[in-house]
């Protein structure tokens, strides 16, 4: 079985961020909720390019089946990618590989956090990322047991196949850390020393044995093919574990 890893293309929500902290704002103004957030006209050019690398797959290294996140980003990646490749696949869309859930903190800039929740910012740097839940959202760590879930249910349903898997920068990371076997410092440190880039390429393969191993991670290589530019929106800035 081979997971090909995708995070969805640059959307308006990633670019309303950036927007929001190089003006030193508190609020990130995008005005939707993130489930319903497009992806930027770059980003829907980035989707276009994924589709472009998937049609030059030779055969039997092309996926059987896609499971996508529910979110509008991570959908239109999925259905302009398959459009661009004259792919037709089946899609299945899964709640439990959802970008993580804010809460409390949903739609507000570093800035802002430290400004309206200065104990939550305190409380954020003590526990750490991974486990730090904002009131009323999740914690890695809760994101973590929701993708166990999925990938119990995905051995299931494509046993042996070949998966693309169409979701968001932490979910790529945590199915790493899931298949993998990593610990908290490890997985925080992969996300710190490199964000997972828009419409990259993460693949996972699983040996008759049962183990996993990256092969691939964070390639961008089909992007750089046709000229798409590659940009880097980091969801979180607080990723050092606290010692």
Known sequence: MELILVRHGESAGNVAREAAEAAAAEVIDVGL?????????????????????????????????????PYARAQETAALALQAAGASLPVRVDERVRDRELGVLDLLTTRGVEARFPQ???????????????????????????????????????EGQRVLVVAHDAIVLLIRYICEGLDEAQILDLGRRQSVLNASVTRLSRNAGGAWRATAFNDVSHLVAVGAPITEHPADHDVAVQR
């Open 33 to 69: 909720r993130d489930a319903d957030v497009p992806l930027s006209a770059l980003g829907q050019a980035q989707a276009q390019a994924l589709g472009g690398w998937l049609a030059g797959q030779a055969p039997d290294q092309r996926p059987g089946m896609v499971l996508s996140s």
């Open 120 to 158: 939550e910012a305190a409380r954020r740097r003590w526990l750490g990322k991974f486990y730090y839940r904002p009131p009323g959202g999740e914690s890695w760590a809760d994101v973590a047991l929701r993708l166990r879930s999925a990938l119990r249910d995905l051995d299931e349903w494509a």
